[in-house]
C-alpha cells in the first residue's frame, strides 16, 4: 500500500499527550499513533454507518399491525431457540 506524507500541526498540549502514549510503549512514533486513531475512527464510522442503515431500513419497514406483547413472544422464542435466554 502506497503512503502520502502529510504535515499536521499540534498544540503543545496535543503534542506532550503523543509523546507521552510513545514513551508508554503504546507506539513507537507520532505516524504510528495517528495511523491507530484514524483506522479507530474508520472502524467506528462503519459501525455507525451499518446502524444508521439498519434504522433507515426499519423506519422504511412501516408500522407493524402485531402487538407489543405479541413481537415479545417472538423475541423470547427466537432468543431461546439460538440460545442467547
Do not use: C, H
Not at 11 to 17: A, H, L, S, V
Request: proline content about 1%; overall charge positive.
Amino acid at each position: 500500500m502506497a503512503t502520502v506524507r502529510k504535515t499536521v500541526t499540534f498544540t503543545e498540549q496535543q503534542n506532550k499527550w503523543i509523546k507521552t502514549q510513545i514513551e508508554a510503549g503504546d507506539f513507537t512514533n507520532d505516524s504510528e499513533y495517528l495511523r491507530d486513531l484514524v483506522r479507530r475512527d474508520q472502524a467506528q464510522n462503519a459501525k455507525f454507518s451499518a446502524l444508521k442503515s439498519e434504522i433507515e431500513k426499519g423506519i422504511d419497514s412501516g408500522i407493524s399491525e402485531r402487538a407489543i406483547p405479541e413481537i415479545m413472544k417472538e423475541v423470547e422464542k427466537k432468543m431461546r431457540e439460538n440460545g442467547r435466554l
